[in-house]
């Protein structure tokens, strides 16, 4: 029987209701993380990854829409350990918070209503092909702007805007979607950032390119820096992702995921890149307790 955290305190899955009067539930204000766990088969732990880093984000997330809850950062942590150890998962998990205006109350305001958070785990592997890599499709759907839904904000609203991009890259025939924002610059994935590497470097597009700012996407230029590739953050053309040397998404749920095909062009020979594979293994080293350079990403699960 799976346990999940709901209404401040762990209870079975079957008992964590809402109510179809939900204020959140009509108006799309929640906002929410994608928190992962891995299981290493070889000394039988689970890790949890940036598990700080993702509520300090929820936080932020948080003040944007005017929400406030009991629990701190530290003590959502140690609940999220807790959900993982009780669940007694052996493989890797996702974990998904959700912090919502639980009234009962019709009315799209970010006042006078009270936050509840409610978190749960599924089992989940890859979301999207780590290791073939996948075929993307540029979108004709704009990404919203900080005027408009902040993409920075993990608000369930925001990801109608993620539907549509990707429904239309499935449709077509790829796996995923790259968004361009109101400027016509390359601005993320459905749910991923990306990265695209041109003679040796490694470049992805700038916060101000209405991207979410991404825990990955950190880890991502943390480990390409202690490879001493250099990391660009700039603007990119369109047209700049079909001559690139190698592209790439990455994110919690994508983790690190090769891209080799782009609106029916391939990516330089059509295979996954030299420095891609080498930040992925690095990366899947790292997440499950393998690389002493990032345990500070990590916390083990006891």
């Known amino acids: 029987m799976a346990i999940v955290y709901f209404e401040n305190k762990f209870v079975p899955e079957e008992e964590a209701k809402i109510s179809i009067k939900t204020n959140s539930f009509h108006y799309g204000t929640a906002v929410f993380e994608g928190i992962r766990a891995y299981y290493n088969k070889e000394n ?12 300090e984000r929820l936080f932020k997330n ?13 003590q959502l942590v140690d609940i999220t350990a807790q959900l993982v150890k009780i669940n007694n998962h052996k493989e890797d998990v996702y974990i998904r918070p959700i912090v919502y205006f639980s009234d009962l109350a019709i009315g799209p305001k970010l006042i006078g209503y009270t936050a509840k958070i409610a978190i749960y785990t599924l089992p989940l592997g890859d979301y999207i092909d780590t290791d073939k890599g996948i075929k993307a499709k540029v979108s004709s759907w704009i990404r919203v702007s900080d005027n408009m839904i902040p993409p920075r904000l993990k608000v369930t609203g925001a990801y109608v805007n993620s539907a549509m991009a990707k429904t239309e890259a499935l449709l077509a025939g790829a796996e995923e979607a790259i968004v361009l924002n109101k400027d016509g610059y390359v ?9 695209i590497v041109r003679n040796g470097k490694l470049i992805t597009p700038p916060v101000s390119d209405d991207i979410l ?18 990391v660009v ?9 079909y001559v690139a040397d190698e ?56």
């Open 247 to 302: 592209v790439f998404f990455c994110g919690t749920g994508a983790q690190i995921s090769p891209v080799i095909e782009i609106d029916g062009k391939p990516i330089a020979d059509g295979k996954v890149g030299k420095i891609t594979k080498m930040i992925k293994d690095i990366y899947f080293d790292a997440v499950r307790g393998k690389n002493e350079r990032y345990k500070h990403w990590i916390i083990e699960i006891d």
């Open 62 to 74: 948080m003040k944007i829409l005017n929400m406030s809850i009991e629990e701190t950062i530290e």
């Open 233 to 241: 953050e700039r603007s990119i053309s369109r047209t700049e992702l």
């Open 213 to 230: 700012e991404g825990i990955t996407r950190n880890a991502v230029m943390e480990i390409a820096r202690d490879l001493n590739i250099p």
């Open 44 to 55: 039988d732990k689970m890790y949890g990854l940036f598990f700080k880093e993702h509520y």
């Open 187 to 195: 601005s993320e994935g459905s749910a991923e950032n990306i990265f």
